[in-house]
């Protein structure tokens, strides 16, 4: 449900992602690694729910 | 004077002669038009403060919290889901309460009669049967209550209580073939970028007043995140980033709870439509979990139990 709001309020899918993985799971742990790796480089820099410096103006 | 209005103070004055409660939780009517207040009354000499009208749109259930005592209180179909999750909650005991149910036929938009009537400044506003009549210094309209429904209530599908020790009426027709979720459907219909502008341009005017968190009967924490200070979980300027994760945690909060009684967008000093963060979750706990908050008081909350065919299918 997490998930599904902050897609929901424009998050892109990919951004956020959840898996499980057991201590003795070091391939599957690698696995995941890289496919996030290449699922957010697809996606370039985030922009959103990312504070660089405060707007208040 | 509404039907009802004569019945809650009969009740109210009943319970309290009888010391069946030690205070009675109800509506006044307020000292601007179309804002009735909450009224805590304990002695049966002032039950003729009691009211009700279509402008009763906060949650009374915010003055039930860790309440000890025997309360009496009026509830209307969202409230009285408010209250079961409260019970569900451990927030209040049901051996503590006598509840007042009152059959409910929607609540008016204060803004849009506002609206309607613009410039002209609104002295009262009375109930009439299915209509409703404003008064001002010299005019005086009157209104079908429909065209007027708060948009939670336009498509309420548990207008009458479902826990209550009395009701005031007969049940009122329960409203069918509303489509609760069509303004969720065409966001999630959007790409992205549009779902970020549309909810970025929603929340842009907010001021970060807490007054949505304030009235929302779900909120009771002692200290509530955005109070903290150590550690501190959000920012508490009016950057946009930190207003927007704001609004997003504190829905999130309500996921699984929350029963669209419309108080925090009433509250609201600039007119922010945050339901559109709740609805979502609304939506998705009704999609998942075949639950809407507070129907059933057996049964656990779905974030609140772990079930073996719970969807997972975004964990990998």
Redesign the interface.
């Known amino acids: 449900m997490l998930k599904g709001l902050v897609e929901h309020i424009g998050l892109e899918p990919g951004r956020l992602q959840f898996s499980w993985i057991s201590s003795a799971e070091s391939t599957k742990y690698i696995e995941v690694a890289q496919s996030v790796a290449r699922n957010v480089e697809a996606l370039g820099p985030a922009t959103r729910l990312v504070k660089r410096r405060a707007e208040v103006g | 004077m509404h039907q009802y209005t004569a019945k809650i103070r009969e009740i109210a004055k009943r319970l309290l002669e009888s010391k069946e409660v030690d205070v009675f939780i109800g509506y006044r009517k307020g000292s601007v038009a179309m804002m009735n207040e909450p009224v805590l009354i304990r002695e049966p000499g002032k039950v003729g403060l009691l009211h009700w009208d279509s402008n009763c749109g906060l949650n009374l259930c915010n003055y039930l919290t860790r309440r000890t005592g025997r309360i009496g209180i009026v509830a209307n179909g969202c409230n009285s889901r408010n209250i079961v999750t409260h019970i569900v909650e451990n927030q209040i005991k049901r051996e503590q309460l006598y509840i007042v149910g009152i059959p409910c036929t929607g609540v008016i938009d204060h803004r849009g009669v506002q609206r309607a009537v613009h410039p002209r400044e609104i002295v009262d506003v009375e109930d009439e049967g299915d209509s409703f009549v404003v008064k001002g210094k010299d005019f005086r309209e009157v209104f079908k209550k429909k065209d007027f429904l708060r948009t939670n209530c336009s498509v309420c599908r548990h207008r009458n209580p479902v826990l209550f020790d009395e009701m005031v009426a007969d049940p009122v027709e329960e409203q069918k073939e509303v489509h609760p979720y069509a303004d ?1 459907e065409s ?2 219909k959007m790409d ?9 341009q929603l929340i842009s005017k907010c001021i970060r007043c807490y007054a949505c968190r304030n009235a929302c009967p779900l909120c009771y924490c002692p200290t509530c995140f955005v109070d903290e200070s150590k550690p501190q979980w959000v ?1 508490k ?6 207003t ?2 704001f609004h ?1 945690l504190r ?2 909060h309500c ?2 709870r929350c029963t669209d009684c419309g108080a925090c967008e009433r509250v609201c000093p600039v007119g922010i439509s945050m339901r559109q ?1 709740t609805k ?2 609304n939506k ?2 009704e999609a ?1 979990f075949g639950w809407e908050a507070g129907l059933r008081s057996e049964e656990r909350p779905p ?1 609140d139990v772990y079930r073996p065919d719970d969807y997972n299918d ?3």
């Open positions: 969720v966001i999630e992205p970028e549009k779902k970020w502008a549309f909810f970025s920012g300027s009016i950057d946009p980033t930190d927007m994760t997003f829905a999130y996921a699984g963060f979502k979750l998705d706990a998942y974030l975004f964990v990998r």
